[in-house]
């Protein structure tokens, strides 16, 4: 699921807030607030819930490369979650963060970014590399 929070201050600058969530299942009701009520109560009542979101491959990995290049899977072959198809790994030895991608997009604007948690399988303090 996605979910887009818009934090905006008083005056022309806009502040968003784009938070990728795994293993969330609309059929199976994981994010009915009596399982997660801070989600509903801080994210889903105060943002956008996109109910009908598709995304080319169900798996995390390529999900979220797909989302972050605006690349469809078939175009990046980043297919898995783990080598050799998938992973921060291979994220970083195909280049897909260096040919452009959501965070360093939003900078070229003017925009701050922040990324805390899961990018991709595999990333961690000791392989970090900033957009």
Same mark, same amino acid.
Request: proline share 8%; aromatic share 16%.
């Given at each position: 699921?996605?979910?887009?929070?818009?934090?905006?201050?008083?005056?022309? %600058?806009?502040?968003?807030?784009?938070?990728?969530?795994?293993?969330?299942?609309?059929?199976?009701?994981?994010?009915?607030?009596?399982?997660?009520?801070?989600?509903?109560?801080?994210?889903?009542? =105060? +943002?956008?819930?996109?109910?009908?979101?598709?995304?080319? @491959?169900?798996?995390?990995?390529?999900?979220?490369?797909?989302?972050? @290049?605006?690349?469809?899977?078939?175009?990046?072959?980043?297919?898995?979650?783990?080598?050799?198809?998938?992973?921060?790994?291979?994220?970083?030895?195909?280049?897909?963060?260096? =040919?452009?991608?959501?965070?360093?997009?939003?900078? %070229? =604007? +003017?925009?701050?970014?922040?990324?805390?948690?899961?990018?991709?399988? %595999?990333?961690?303090?000791?392989?970090?590399?900033?957009?």
């Amino acid at each position: 699921m996605m979910y887009v929070v818009d934090v905006s201050r008083t005056g022309p %600058e806009t502040s968003q807030v784009l938070i990728l969530v795994d293993d969330q299942d609309t059929t199976l009701n994981s994010t009915h607030p009596f399982y997660m009520p801070a989600l509903n109560k801080h994210i889903i009542s =105060q +943002g956008v819930h996109f109910p009908n979101y598709f995304t080319n @491959t169900p798996i995390c990995c390529p999900s979220r490369a797909t989302i972050l @290049t605006g690349r469809h899977t078939h175009n990046t072959n980043f297919t898995d979650i783990t080598p050799p198809y998938g992973g921060y790994t291979i994220w970083r030895q195909r280049g897909l963060d260096l =040919q452009g991608y959501l965070p360093s997009w939003l900078q %070229e =604007q +003017g925009y701050g970014t922040y990324y805390v948690g899961k990018l991709f399988v %595999e990333y961690a303090i000791y392989n970090y590399y900033p957009p």
